[in-house]
């Protein structure tokens, strides 16, 4: 099974202690999100991950201990978010010449093809206009060049949760044309500097300017980065536009502390204050500890990976 770390919290940046441990305790606990007293357990060990993929704004506070998952045996790839906005958007994270070194470090420790760049995301109103996002990308692009291979982009979407908070900072609604606009002007950018553009989620086609649609959980990196070849499907819990293949996350709405005012999976800091004075590195669940309510079901972990009828893993070049 291929884990996801997770699109619901920065587990690298905030949890990484925990995460080490669960490693080691080999088990860990996921809350249903909509139902939290349905509980799943995951095993983890070798015979159960096939690969985790990290989510994150700064995996800062994990990266003195990759060489843990690398002595247990595990596959691993990062998606590395790192845009140009200010405080006034991202008000958590620390400055963006610490985490562009960050990245650097990183891309250094496990190689450019694992550290997936992620530009997202792309946001117009007040300062943040054309030019800035063009001036700014180029910049970022210039200082991440040959410390990944792939930018994933997407334009923000304006749900109702994040409506109103956006309009009052100035952010409007993306049309066609700005977005056609902001993929002319980027996808040259990037290509200047040898790292392709994908997009993330995106229901237009902008293939004519050279950006493909993208897999943030890559079947295909997958494939390269274990030397086996993988067979599963699309995640069909995601949105019709996502290309992600399926995966199980582990993380915990609610718990992120980087208080980016575009982010619709942690929109109450209070919630979030009190949710991570309940997290306990030691429990098998990222927030809190068993009450007696739950009901634990035990989480089938069907590996990803292609077997021959030997029992061996077969690659198809």
Request: one cysteine or more; hydrophobic letters at 35%; charged letters at 25%.
């Amino acid at each position: 099974m291929i884990v996801s770390a997770s699109r619901r919290t920065d587990i690298p940046a905030f949890y990484a202690e925990w995460f080490y441990n669960r490693l080691v305790e080999n088990y860990l606990y996921v809350r249903n999100p909509m139902n939290p007293k349905q509980v799943s357990e995951l095993k983890l060990s070798r015979d159960t991950v096939d690969c985790f993929v990290f989510w994150t704004k700064n995996p800062g506070p994990m990266m003195d201990r990759l060489s843990i998952l690398d002595t247990m045996g595990y596959p691993y790839y990062f998606q590395f978010t790192l845009t140009a906005y200010g405080q006034d958007m991202e008000p958590g994270l620390p400055d963006k010449r610490e985490l562009v070194e960050t990245f650097r470090t990183l891309s250094r420790r496990i190689g450019a093809e694992r550290v997936i760049w992620r530009y997202d995301p792309i946001l117009l109103g007040g300062i943040y206009n054309v030019e800035y996002h063009c001036r700014w990308f180029e910049q970022l692009c210039k200082s991440l060049s040959g410390y990944t291979q792939t930018c994933v982009i997407s334009f923000i979407d304006m749900y109702a949760r994040i409506k109103k908070s956006m309009e009052h900072m100035g952010v409007y609604d993306m049309g066609d044309g700005d977005i056609c606009l902001l993929a002319s002007l980027l996808d040259p950018i990037a290509k200047q500097c040898k790292i392709g553009l994908q997009t993330c989620s995106e229901a237009m086609d902008l293939s004519e300017y050279g950006i493909q649609k993208g897999k943030c959980i890559d079947d295909r990196l997958i494939s390269r980065i274990t030397g086996r070849e993988v067979d599963v499907k699309k995640d069909d819990t995601q949105r019709e536009t996502c290309g992600c293949v399926k995966s199980v996350d582990i993380g915990t709405y609610h718990t992120c502390a980087h208080f980016c005012r575009y982010c619709y999976a942690n929109l109450n800091p209070p919630q979030v204050q009190e949710n991570r004075r309940q997290h306990d590195p030691d429990s098998p669940f990222l927030i809190g500890r068993l009450n007696g309510e739950e009901k634990i079901t035990q989480r089938v972990m069907k590996s990803v990976f292609r077997h021959s009828d030997d029992g061996q893993m077969e690659l198809q070049w």
